[in-house]
DNA sequence: CTAATAGTTGACTGATCAGTACAAAAAAGG
DNA sequence: CCTTTTTTGTACTGATCAGTCAACTATTAG
């Protein structure tokens, strides 16, 4: 009982989301996160306690939309043959960072190589999406070596990391470029070494 | 003429570098950069006008130290095969992140990522670094294809470009992760697909 | 020597920071 | 209606922020 809250939680995540994910967390004020939130001081401290919990529930709220979003593409054998999805997935990050003025990219990347506000709270919410990610580019591995598709005999679970840390190099490599060529290659690169 | 100066602004370029490092760009107060050059805040002001100002300084500075030296091992025919080279790279990023409490990963990848203080001449700087480094891998895979030590056939610079990727993906899991078989399988895994 | 130039020092600025205090308001139970 | 509980809005906190300023110091030119 008592009185109702006025908001729904997974739209204020939302709003803080685009704030930490704009500006990284240091430089996202508790003035941006009220602004967008739409919420008063007292209503937010009141949900959520302090600055850097906001950014942890951030983070999952980010989990929960994005990255699963994309685990879900990956996962989806409508979406083509294994060599096709790995290849969507890329081809859509950069389309997504280079068609952004504000480069903000991963949000998930961004919280893992920010050194402030990367407590040991934050730093396992990242590790367990990068191991989410790393499971699932696994998983399609060892269904494209069963099927023929891939070449069989190496490691999945080693190709698997080596692809993604090629994603994530990726990923960096677009907040600098603008150079689609140059991000291009990567993908080919990555595909190739499958 | 005039009062000359009490400091070698190689040194203070030293010790600002290591607190943008260390803090990243938003989080680097002007007051650690007093505490840490040793020099109090008008000759700070008066020698580099401003804390961006500092921070594009300290990022050159990375570049002529830390980088450079990188660089040069790369292009050092006496340490080994090419694949020898890129190897020892990849151990040695993975020895020297594990071992930094502070994670402070690469300063250059740092600047990349961090959403605040990355202005377009930030975001120059670093291009520039990446792209050294991009041309160093891409020399030595031609020159591994030249000598037969690498398989040619498959563009130099696309595989360079690709390997590139899985660095900087293996230094954004070093930060989020102790476990080095994890880091391991990238270098295992970018040097077979060169 | 004096004048001119440049560097140093530390107090100072107004702005902004994350977080708190508190009273008004809105609901439910009785 | 009245008490209890929770949320809300806002004013407020002390701290800290990046940057400035004027007095002072060290040096060279003449």
Redesign the interface.
Known sequence: MGRPREFSDQAVLDAAMEVFW???Y??ATTQDLCARTGLGRGSLYNAFGSKHRLYEEAIRRYAATRADAQLAMLADPEAGPVRERLRAMMLGVIDADLADP????CLA??A?????G?TEDV??L??RQ?VNLEQAICHLVTIGQGTGELPAG??P???A??????????R??A???DDRN?LL??V???L??L
Chains 1, 2 share one sequence.
């Open positions: 704009e500006k990284g240091e430089a504000g480069r903000r990219g990347l961004n893992a190589t920010e050194q402030s990367r730093a396992a990242v590790r990068f190496r490691p679970l080693q190709v990391r080596t692809f993604q840390s090629a994603y994530y190099g990726l960096v490599l907040k600098v470029t140059t290659d990567v080919d690169g990555a190739a070494a």
